[in-house]
C-alpha cells in the first residue's frame, strides 16, 4: 500500500529496527488511505506492549468493517 518498510531502517539490521523501533504510522507513509483502514492497519502494526489483534479471524473482521 505504500511501497515502504513499516518501520524507519536508516541503515540499520533489519530485526534490531523490529525490536527496537515502533512502527511508522501508514498515513505518514500514504496519506490517500481512508482513515478507518489506515486506523486498522496501525493497530495491527502495533505490537508494545501486546499485538493488538489475537487472531487472523479478528483482524479480517476489522478490515471488513473498515470499508
Same mark, same amino acid.
Do not use: W
Given at each position: 500500500?505504500?511501497?515502504?518498510?513499516?518501520?524507519?531502517?536508516?541503515?540499520?539490521?533489519?530485526?534490531?529496527?523490529? %525490536? @527496537? $523501533?515502533? *512502527?511508522i504510522s501508514?498515513?505518514q507513509r500514504?496519506? !490517500?488511505?481512508?482513515?478507518? /483502514?489506515? #486506523?486498522?492497519?496501525?493497530?495491527? %502494526? @502495533? $505490537?508494545? *506492549?501486546?499485538?493488538?489483534?489475537k487472531d487472523?479471524? !479478528?483482524?479480517?473482521?476489522? /478490515?471488513? #468493517?473498515?470499508?
Open positions: 500500500m505504500t511501497g515502504c518498510y513499516c518501520r524507519d531502517l536508516n541503515n540499520k539490521d533489519p530485526f534490531l529496527a523490529i %525490536l @527496537q $523501533d515502533a *512502527p501508514i498515513h500514504n496519506v !490517500t488511505l481512508p482513515d478507518s /483502514l489506515a #486506523n486498522v492497519i496501525d493497530l495491527a %502494526l @502495533q $505490537d508494545n *506492549p501486546e499485538l493488538h489483534f487472523v479471524k !479478528t483482524f479480517k473482521q476489522a /478490515l471488513i #468493517n473498515s470499508f
